[in-house]
């Protein structure tokens, strides 16, 4: 998956342009913007949450509706007064594309734009069959979900050199198999572009307190950001029995009692999950949606606001390696996981980038005769690693961003946190000589 946004004086914002992957993370002070650009990719990425009733009225201007549509989906994430006379946004991937400029949000489904071409030449189906099958075979390329269905209505299988048959036209396909194919398409765009992403707060300990009331509270438009009552209302959604914390204290785990949430440290003693630490509160949410997702709560993309607030720095890590162990890789736009951190924490990237190099090591060896032996010994240290290929890491800094991820060594590069870190430790040696030149002076 890749796709790219452009951002322009938007708030603190005032040059983007990034790319983003399957895993993508942003890093910077306070006030950056890191947070306002993560929104943005969640709201663009799933542009019909908020372009209600995209299909429906075609024929009628719905510019204004789609304008005001937005700038409320803004507001629900706290950004709205973000928004100058002269912001521009675009994002764009295979999916679609959506650009807000001059006050206009244009929004373009590419998918339907494919689906209208191949009605159109659905009129004269026998003469445009290749073109037709040509077709089909682009969609396909990108979307995996598309390409299976394809094959299970054309009664293809994948050893069949259909890719090649595809590209020449030589696929048997008549009127009944291409309908059906067309609806598929229709039903999986509209998932695709209304249910991808899901945004996870760093206010999420309050959710612990208002939870099986945040539904209630956002029908109810309790003034409380709507964002934070919407990552309630899909935690309600998602049934954790129970959830191994043992990475925070041994023998610590979560269970839902009788429908009361609670916290063990043994099997004969609990507390309520309100009474936990902030690290644990913290924590919880983020596991129980990304771990634990249902079919009600299918996302694939999530947006995890400092993954490390309130935790050790241990810890910090082992959450890591935790959420990228159940993270699956692709580049077909429909299937695998994103995975999107805004930080201010260098354990955070130092986490990551040992991830990225237990990958580089697993390939190595990948060809090895003592394969089996040395993978071994690498689960041992890191069961998990990231795909450079699949990974882009962004520092954001004075309304721009710059990557910081060197795509030779397949690492991230020093940043300004590692500047801080040098400072401190620069101050701390002009201490120190201060105080031996003070007692030379003494003497």
């Known amino acids: 998956m890749q796709s790219r946004l452009i951002v322009k004086n938007f708030g603190p914002l005032k040059d983007i342009d990034i790319e983003l992957k399957n895993v993508n993370v942003f890093i910077g002070p306070q006030a950056s913007g890191k947070s306002a650009l993560a929104k943005l990719f969640t709201i663009f990425k799933a542009p019909r949450k908020f372009l209600k009733d995209f299909d429906k009225d075609s024929a009628t201007d719905r510019s204004e509706i789609y304008n005001k549509a937005f700038k409320d989906t803004l507001e629900e994430y706290n950004i709205g007064s973000f928004l100058n006379y002269d912001t521009e946004i675009k994002f764009d991937s295979v999916l679609h594309s959506v650009v807000y400029s001059d006050n206009k949000i244009i929004y373009e489904s590419k998918l339907l734009n494919k689906v209208g071409e191949l009605t159109l030449l659905q009129n004269n189906f026998d003469e445009n069959k290749s073109k037709i099958l040509s077709l089909l075979k682009e969609v396909g390329w990108n979307f995996v979900l598309f390409h299976m269905r394809m094959l299970e209505i054309l009664d293809l299988k994948v050893t069949d050199n259909y890719l090649y048959k595809f590209s020449k036209g030589q696929i048997d396909i008549n009127e009944i198999q291409f309908e059906e194919i067309l609806k598929s398409f229709k039903q999986n765009e509209i998932y695709l572009s209304t249910n991808t992403s899901l945004y996870i707060p760093a206010e999420r300990n309050f959710i612990n307190i208002i939870k099986n009331s945040a539904l209630n509270l956002l029908n109810n438009n309790v ?5 934070i009552l919407a990552f309630g209302a899909e935690l309600e959604k998602v049934t954790a029995k129970q959830i191994d914390l043992s990475f925070l204290q041994k ?18 003693k609990s507390f309520n999950l309100i009474e936990a630490a902030s690290g644990v509160q913290s924590v919880l949410p983020i596991l129980t949606t990304i771990l634990h997702r249902n079919n009600e709560t299918e996302h694939r993309s999530f947006v995890i606001e400092e993954p490390e607030l309130n935790l050790f720095p241990l810890a910090q890590y082992e959450i ?73 890491c962004y520092q954001i800094f004075d309304g721009k961003a710059q990557s910081i991820f060197n795509e030779k060594t397949g690492l991230i590069d020093e940043n300004f946190i590692d500047e801080a870190s040098d400072k401190i430790g620069d101050d701390f040696d002009a201490l120190m000589e201060l105080m031996s030149e003070y007692k030379l002076a003494v003497k």
């Open 223 to 227: 003034p409380i950001p709507k964002h």
């Open 251 to 268: 023998n610590l785990f979560y269970r839902n009692v009788n429908g009361e949430d609670k916290i063990f440290v043994s099997e004969a």
């Open 320 to 392: 890591i390696k935790l959420l990228e162990l159940s993270r699956f890789d692709s580049s077909w736009e429909d299937y695998g996981t994103i995975h999107t951190y805004t930080t201010h924490s260098p354990y955070i990237l130092a986490a990551i980038n040992n991830l990225l190099y237990a990958h580089k090591v697993r390939t190595y060896f990948k060809d090895e005769e003592n394969d089996s032996t040395v993978i071994s010994k690498l689960n041992k240290i890191i069961k998990v690693g990231i795909n450079p290929h699949y990974f882009t």
